[in-house]
Structure formats: structure tokens, C-alpha cells
């Protein structure tokens, strides 16, 4: 066999896929591929991989030339042509390879027999790392957390409404939080809307204007065909896209009047130094934490004035002023929302559809509160989001050393511009 350290003509070799994340791995397969001849590339175009793997590429087809064709053992690099599993057989067809190689999760019967019918030398390579370093593939990376941000709401939750927001105009406020910890399903950090951001970008969000880009996302969530026709709160689209401290003013519409924002470094390392987040158990399948809401006017306006006191406090850095606010705010919700603590399947038994008796573990959020707001640090509290499970987050008097006092206890990291 021709190589390209043997004095016979070297051999053309073909390899191709997608490289959206490119790793060690790749390049050790490349490496390896470069030792039967002149190496060539086929790159999925972006179209193809949204056809056949459901979503969009991390980075361009062009982003992904550039970078393959920068690695020293390719020769050279091309966007396949074509479509599907098969999409290099264009580029075969124009290169004339004398081997294609595929690595042991590439081989498929219908390569092997494009090969034979073409002449064309098939090689199946182990995936093997390079010497010293650790195994690589693009399906375990994929399986680390996606770097979309997730939010806070530390006050003014329900405003974004506006079944809520029709008795009295005000804020929420929220935080752009950096996902290093594990984000759970159903608990009040807007998961929902989060997933329905990696259906358009797996990994991370778009470099783009902030509040266009959580326009898009409220858009996209709240179609027109929603099956459930449940309106998602645009404080989730904003909270998630809009880097730092952030507040929106509702008035009677689902979109915001206006939005403010604060990346002012000190006042977010403050909040950073006085907020945790402790987990409690989720919010539960079926629960319910509209049933028996009771929105009045007054209880509207005890929620706008907490949160505007919850704003001034954190731009004087008041932690006193900050706490009163934080827990005057989680109180007004709980005063229109009380399945907020207390869900409808909050009963230990229910009778289904079928009339037989279904026995429902209780919701355990009243003692997780009564619990947490007893400890020492503790200065004021609330229930993410909805409520009814999930996290209790805590306005605390010092996160680093309540997290080493509590090692359950989340510390937090807003979001800067950039990131």
C-alpha cells in the first residue's frame, strides 16, 4: 500500500463528517488517516447536519473549514455536497480517493459497498487517543451540560403576566445566571424556556443584541399552535438572554414596556457574595400552582413596591433594605399565588380518571422554608419561578461561608456581557 513515506506515488485519502466540535480525538484521526497518504476532507454542510442530526451546528460550515484545513495533516479540506449519512459521495466523485478511511463508529455496510463498487481501498480505523491523553468523541461532549445560561428572579415574579399585571404596572427583576451547577428540570429556573433555546442553539447562545435575541426566544416558545396555549412570561426569555442584573417593566402586555440593566462589576460581585441557592425536591408532575390564586389590586401593588424596593436596595447595596424587599416580594406572590408552597397535588391522596385512589406524596416546601429560614445567615428567602419545589433561594450575609457551613448550598455566577 502506497504511503506517504514510501517512494511509490502517494495515495489520496479521504475522510469525512461533521468537526462541529472539533477535539484531540479528531485530530489523532486525521493524524493516523494522513499515515496511508495526502489526506482530504469532507465536512458536513450546515444543512445537512440540521437535516440528519435535528439541529444547528455550534460553529458555521465555513468556521469548520477554516479550522480543519489549519490542522497540519490535512492536505486539504471541502463542504460535502450532498446530503444525509452519504453526503460525500459528490466529493468522492470529484476527488477520486485511493482510500477512504472511517473510524469504528463510522462503519456502515453501504460505505463498504460504495467502496467496492468504486474501486476504492476501505480502512476502518480504532478510535484510539493520542499518547497521553484522554479519549475524546463529540457524543461525550455533548453529554457535558450546554453553557446556556439560566435566571433568577429575585423579585416582581408574576408581574410578567398580564392577567397579573392589569390591576397595577411594575418590575421583575432578574439575574443571567452562569449554568455551573446542575440545572433541574422543574424547579423554577426556567428549564422550560432554557430547552426550548438548545432545540435552536445546543450549546450556547448566539452572539447577537440581548434583547432581540429574547424577543426571538419568547417568539419561539409562545407560537401561535402551542398545544398547551399557555403564554410563557417574558421574564424567563429575558432573564436567560440579558446578561447581568436586569429589570423589565409590565404593563398590561406580555412584552415589557422597558427593560434596564445593570453590569456595574461591584454591584453584581455583592449579589454574588449574598445570594445561595439551596436544593429542595421539584416541582412535582401535574401540580398546579394557579389553583386558588387570589389577584387584587392591593396584592398587585404590595408586589411592584417590593420590587422596586428590591432595585433600590441592590443599587445602594443594602443588604437590610435587600432582604426586606427580597422576602416582602416572595410574600405578595404567595399572597395571590398560595400553591406557590402549598401545589394542588399537595394532598396525600387524589382520586384520578378512573376513580380509583392514587396515593401523591406531599409537598414538603413549607418545611424546607420553615427549616432553612431558621438558620443562622439566613436573612430572607423565596421559591424560584413558579414555586411549588425545586430550590429555596437565600439572601444570605456572607454565600462564601454559608456554602462551607452548607455544603448542599449553591453558590452563584452572574452572567457577564461577553460569556
Known sequence: ?????????????????????????????????????????????????????????????????????????????????????????PTVETLKPDILVVNEDGDREEKRQFCKERGIEYVVLARVPHHGLDPRSSTDLK??????????????????????????????????????FEVR????????????????????????????????????????????????????????????????YYNNHFWPEKIETCEDEDILQWLENHLVMIPIEPRKQGCSVVEGKDITEPKVK????AADDCWNAIMQKDLKAFAEAYKASFEAQVAMFPGMVSPSNSLEFKVDSLKSVQKVQSSKVKEYIDRWSKVSGVLAWKMPGAGGGGYLACVVSDAEKFALEHLEAIRLTIRRSGF
Open 143 to 180: 453529554k457535558v451540560e450546554s453553557r446556556i445560561p439560566t435566571r433568577l428572579d429575585l423579585a416582581g415574579t408574576w408581574i410578567d403576566q398580564p392577567y397579573v399585571s392589569c390591576f397595577a404596572p411594575g418590575w421583575a427583576i432578574t439575574i443571567s445566571l452562569e449554568p455551573n
Open 302 to 305: 404590595a408586589l411592584a413596591k
Open 185 to 248: 428540570e422543574r424547579c423554577g429556573l426556567s428549564t422550560s424556556t432554557r430547552n426550548v433555546i438548545k432545540r435552536i442553539w445546543p450549546y450556547q447562545l448566539p452572539n447577537m443584541d440581548p434583547e432581540m435575541l429574547a424577543r426571538l426566544v419568547f417568539c419561539f416558545e409562545n407560537h401561535p399552535e402551542r398545544e398547551d396555549g399557555i403564554i410563557s412570561g417574558a421574564q424567563d426569555a429575558i432573564g436567560i438572554c440579558v446578561p447581568g442584573l436586569c429589570r423589565h
Open 1 to 89: 500500500m502506497p504511503t506517504a513515506n514510501s517512494q511509490q506515488p502517494i495515495a489520496k485519502v479521504f475522510v469525512s463528517g461533521c468537526y462541529d466540535l472539533l477535539h484531540s480525538g479528531h485530530v489523532e484521526f486525521f493524524r493516523q488517516a494522513s499515515e496511508y497518504g495526502d489526506l482530504y476532507v469532507g465536512i458536513g454542510s450546515d444543512k445537512t447536519i440540521e437535516e440528519y442530526k435535528h439541529h444547528k451546528t455550534v460553529y458555521s460550515e465555513q468556521e469548520r473549514l477554516f479550522m480543519v484545513k489549519s490542522i497540519r495533516y490535512v492536505k486539504d479540506a471541502f463542504i460535502n455536497a450532498g446530503s444525509g449519512i452519504m453526503d460525500f459521495i
